[in-house]
């Protein structure tokens, strides 16, 4: 399920106490369809007629028997063909549809002008739009009919332009279109983005005046929506006489699409106090925007008015309500009702498994989001377990999983069942694969999984290119990015990232510059907030910190978090106060809420001795009711997470851990770390932080991933990594110790906090000992 836009904080939508149960109280049921059919082919309904179980066998053979007279030479009457016809359509089977063809030639059938017309469209809709075109043009004469069914088959197999061109066609020959012909063409315009041309289209239909009829406002309200053009979709939608569920569909889909989830709730309350019943469209759409702004409670409400509208096993309904809980990290609830479903078809199980997958980037602490991604691990498994098998889609959003919470052991078995299934020739399935063993630490094994693929995209050479520059394999990545273009592809603005990033990390401030100019003028593309924010990052690692804040004042917006926090970083270094006070304060007016901003800003005012600012944030602080965040930090082991966090207590069951932590530190003090003087912060910091509750900067020694590492070292074998996920940002102390660490341990050490993947070997560290924080 395609996620939405975060909505505004500042907006919030209050529904009417309980107007959701009080009104599906008074709706009533859908009525019931008509499953009986009749039992002669020749008498049958083609479009109600069930194609399943005995019926669909009744049908092929009585298709067959239809054959055994069309080879005799007999003559049919005209309605006799329609359900031959529609049986081609079912089984999309376009060598049938030539054989009745060819027996409406022989019998001089094709004289008959709709029989032929609904030829058109039984060759459209089984994809051979030459032989569509071939009947449409060999017809006796053209109504509107034929050619919007020709439109309609252009616009279904993907050549919307070709659509266009029969519409102008149709006009030349004197036929005016319908409102569905309209509808085609609007479809079409969507799809070759040509919002001008359907504005055309647009003038055309207030031109004639049916604007106010339904089908042309519902296909006009979709076609703005479809170009984010809320204001238009809107005065569509209210210029049509009777609105119908398709209407009111419509506009709460066009608000979804235009980020303005609050007028899409009110749209839907207004269509049930028009007695208008919902349906499934309706109902997902609905649910996708109570996710949007994490409704759980109106969520509810609207998923029991669709179970009373007898929408309780429709599977786009379950799939959106069981996203919602899970945004709402209602994880257990989400899974409950996953579990409690009798069947689970495979675009289940891609939901639920994804869900999963996307509640990691909008949980609210990274414990939750490490929570989420191990119940998706579990759904893959069992899934693998059941009579289905895990898809396309199921193994790129579980790749996807396992780079973002570092279950690296996890990922190598997928890889190797994704190896047997032979799915791993996708392009899709590949490129996840490389972005799963980066985010795990490991750039040698995403480097060969990118060199195994078959076909590679532009987003393929992103992901290896951004890979390398992640992990300080500067060199490489920038190679890569000219063999990317010998090979032909056109980078985009995040391959120049990766590139920039690459340039960032080697200090190559020349070769910056150059890809920085070739970025704006040879591939005109304007830079962004990131490619800024590597020119920053570029200057500051050389400790050309005035460089970097020039960079800063030529930027057309303002800097984000990134910026200012490499920029504090640098003048911490090189005792630039005038510029690291400046880029302090416009961080505390960027993230004024943020605990992790306020722990870092106390930080760097204590080891710039400025007392009177550590003052004032203290009692900002206590205005705004501000803790310090607690530092936890977890380590996965055979699927079992062990969690520790600095105010852990010395205790018979984690004795090992301390006693071994406490050999570590002996050690690294004969090797030379010392604690780094901003740790050795003074009393009145100290007292900050013991006011909330937390350990003094002071404890550094008992930082949660010192402890995570040392229990990693324990318990974990020799040959493996250690990984280690962190819910804050590493500091500058813990940063050397563990590098410290790798070197006397002969160990390879991953951790992954809340700014960057830090892999540590040999003393060395991925991020090229600039980790940019204070």
């Known amino acids: 399920m395609a996620s939405l836009p975060s909505f505004p904080s500042t907006t919030t939508f209050q529904p009417e106490p309980s107007l959701l149960q009080k009104l599906s109280s008074t709706a009533s049921l859908p009525a019931q369809k008509n499953g009986s059919s009749q039992s002669n082919l020749f008498h049958r309904n083609p479009v109600t007629t069930q194609l399943n179980g005995a019926s669909e066998q009744k049908r092929y053979i009585d298709f067959r028997e239809a054959l055994s007279l069309i080879r005799r030479g007999t003559k049919f009457k005209s309605q006799v063909y329609h359900p031959l016809l529609q049986h081609c359509i079912d089984k999309n089977s376009v060598s049938e549809a030539e054989i009745l063809h060819a027996h409406m030639i022989k019998t001089g059938t094709q004289e008959q002008f709709f029989l032929m017309t609904a030829l058109v469209n039984v060759y459209a809709k089984c994809g051979d739009m030459k032989s569509a075109r071939k009947v449409f043009d060999n017809l006796p004469r053209r109504n509107v009919i034929a050619w919007t069914t020709l439109m309609s088959g252009y616009v279904q197999n993907s050549r919307p332009e070709s659509a266009v061109e029969v519409y102008r066609e149709m006009l030349e020959s004197g036929s005016l279109p319908t409102g569905h012909t309209l509808g085609i063409a609007l479809n079409a315009c969507s799809a070759l983005n040509l919002l ?42 209210k210029g049509i006489e009777e609105k119908n569920v398709i209407s009111w569909t419509a506009i709460i889909t066009a608000c979804g699409d235009s980020s303005d989830a609050a007028s899409g709730l009110r749209f839907f309350i207004e269509m049930l106090k028009e007695d208008v019943n919902p349906n499934e469209f309706t109902f997902t759409a609905v649910i996708s925007l109570c996710s949007v702004l994490i409704a759980l409670d109106t969520g509810a409400q609207v998923h029991s008015l669709a179970i009373k509208l007898g929408y309780e096993s429709n599977i786009q309904i379950i799939n959106s309500i069981m996203y919602l809980y899970l945004k709402s990290g209602r994880i257990d609830e989400a899974q409950n009702f996953f579990n409690r479903l009798e069947s689970v078809s495979m675009v289940t199980w891609n939901a639920v498994i994804a869900g999963h997958a996307q509640a990691i980037d909008v949980a609210k602490d990274e414990l939750l989001a490490h929570r989420s991604g191990t119940e998706a691990l579990r759904n893959y498994f069992h899934l693998n377990r059941s009579v289905l098998k895990p898809d396309l889609y199921t193994l790129s959003s579980i790749f996807t999983v396992c780079g973002k919470i570092l279950a690296a052991e996890q990922g190598e078995q997928i890889h190797a069942h994704t190896i047997k299934t032979g799915f791993l020739s996708d392009v899709v399935v590949g490129t996840a694969l490389v972005n799963m063993y980066s985010k795990c630490g490991s750039v040698e094994r995403a480097s060969k999984a990118f060199l195994e693929m078959s076909t590679r995209t532009l987003i393929s050479w992103t992901a290896m290119i951004s890979s390398f520059a992640q992990h300080g394999w500067s060199n490489q990545a920038l190679q890569l990015f000219e063999d990317m273009r010998l090979a032909g592809v056109k980078p985009n603005q995040i391959t120049f990232v990766g590139a920039l990033a690459a340039c960032s990390h080697a200090r190559m401030v020349n070769e910056g510059l150059r890809y920085f100019e070739m970025m704006r003028k040879e591939y005109r593309i304007r830079p962004l907030m990131d490619h800024y924010g590597c020119m920053v990052d570029l200057y500051v690692r050389l400790g050309r910190i005035d460089e970097a804040f020039n960079v800063v004042k030529k930027m057309d917006f303002p800097p984000n978090e990134f910026i200012w926090l490499v920029l504090i970083s640098g003048c911490r270094d090189q005792g630039n106060e005038e510029i690291g006070f400046h880029a302090a304060q416009q961080l505390l007016k960027l993230k004024p809420k943020d605990p992790q901003i306020y722990s870092i800003l106390l930080n760097y005012y204590a080891s710039a001795k400025s007392w009177e600012d550590v003052s004032r944030l203290k009692e900002l602080m206590k205005e705004e009711k501000i803790g310090i965040l607690e530092d936890w930090s977890w380590i996965s082991i055979k699927d079992k997470v062990h969690s520790f966090k600095t105010s852990i207590q010395r205790a018979p069951g984690n004795a090992g851990t301390f006693r071994l932590l406490d050999e570590l530190l002996d050690k690294a ?52 990594p250690i990984r280690v996920n962190k819910n804050t940002r590493m500091c500058r102390d813990c940063h050397s110790f563990i590098k410290i660490v790798s070197s006397m341990s002969s160990r390879e050490i991953i951790v992954k906090d809340s700014w960057r993947i830090h892999r540590f070997a040999n003393g060395q560290c991925s991020c090229g000992e600039f980790c940019g924080l204070v």
Request: aromatic content about 10%; charged content about 20%; some cysteine.
């Open 196 to 237: 001008d041309l359907g504005r055309q289209f647009h003038a055309f239909i207030i031109k004639y005046k049916i604007a106010h009829d339904p089908s042309v406002g519902n296909a006009l309200c979709t076609f703005y929506s479809k170009f984010g053009c809320l204001k238009s979709a809107v005065e569509t939608f």
């Open 669 to 720: 003090r004969s090797h030379g770390y010392m604690t780094h003087a901003a740790m050795e912060v003074n009393n009145e910091v100290r007292e900050i932080e013991m006011e909330h509750g937390h350990y003094s900067s002071a404890s550094a020694a008992n930082h949660s991933e010192r402890l995570a590492v040392a229990f990693g070292l324990l318990n974990i074998q020799t040959d493996a």
